[in-house]
């Protein structure tokens, strides 16, 4: 059994510009509500390192912390739906995609996708965007626990297919049951020390 990440949280930011110059950095990416918050306390093994709610749009800036003295994992606001006006919105997304193709450190893109949903339009939009930018990046399911044991096989061939992946190429995972947390902070932290 992997140990846990040591997590610290550094700072949140508004600006690619603002954020600390730390070693290399994963963005944690995914639709409002997907889980982003939720895995990195899973990661942590902590309940209050990032702030969970259940109203989208919670996070809204770029939230920095410290891993283990390897690198930085940050934790970015997500895209669809949020309890926020469609201009606020919009400079949240901006800000992502400037943060996604200007910082040096970011040695992989952690994307998140609702396993229990499959991808939905803006999730493969994302993807395709994440492609044609070259950008580096790794597709996660979360909610793994919200699915019947009858249905994970299909769900996870299905979801790997609309992601045009191969099933093994998706790490699946659930914030609230543990399943998969190994294999991700072994990701993790192969990731990093790429960097």
């Known amino acids: 059994m992997s140990s846990p990440l040591q997590l610290r949280f550094l700072t949140s930011a508004d600006d690619v510009r603002r954020l600390p110059d730390t070693p290399p950095e ?13 895995l990195v306390n899973a990661l942590g093994n902590r309940k209050d ?43 949240w997304q901006r800000m992502v995609e400037t943060y996604l193709l200007e910082r040096e450190q970011l040695t992989m893109v952690v994307m998140l996708v609702d396993g229990e949903i499959g991808p939905t339009k803006l999730d493969l939009q994302m993807l395709a965007w994440l492609r044609a930018n070259a950008v580096p990046h790794s597709v996660v399911a979360t909610k793994h626990d919200k699915l019947k044991a009858a249905q994970r096989g299909k769900r996870q061939r299905d979801l790997a297919a609309a ?3 191969a099933p093994d190429d998706v790490t699946w995972v659930s914030a609230a049951k543990g399943t998969g947390k190994d294999r991700l902070l072994s990701l993790v932290r192969t990731w990093l020390a790429l960097g």
Do not use: E
């Not at 944690?28 to 997907?34: D, E, K, L, Q």
């Not at 940050?74 to 006006?85: F, R």
């Open 163 to 165: 992601c045009d992946l």
């Open 49 to 91: 390192l990032a702030r969970v709610a259940k109203a989208p749009g919670r996070t809204q800036l770029l939230n920095c912390f410290a891993v283990d003295g390897l690198g930085t994992l940050v934790d970015c606001p997500g895209y669809g739906y949020a309890a926020a006006p469609a201009r606020v919105r919009d400079a």
């Open 26 to 38: 994963l963005a944690f990416i995914g639709r409002s509500n997907v889980g982003k918050s939720s």
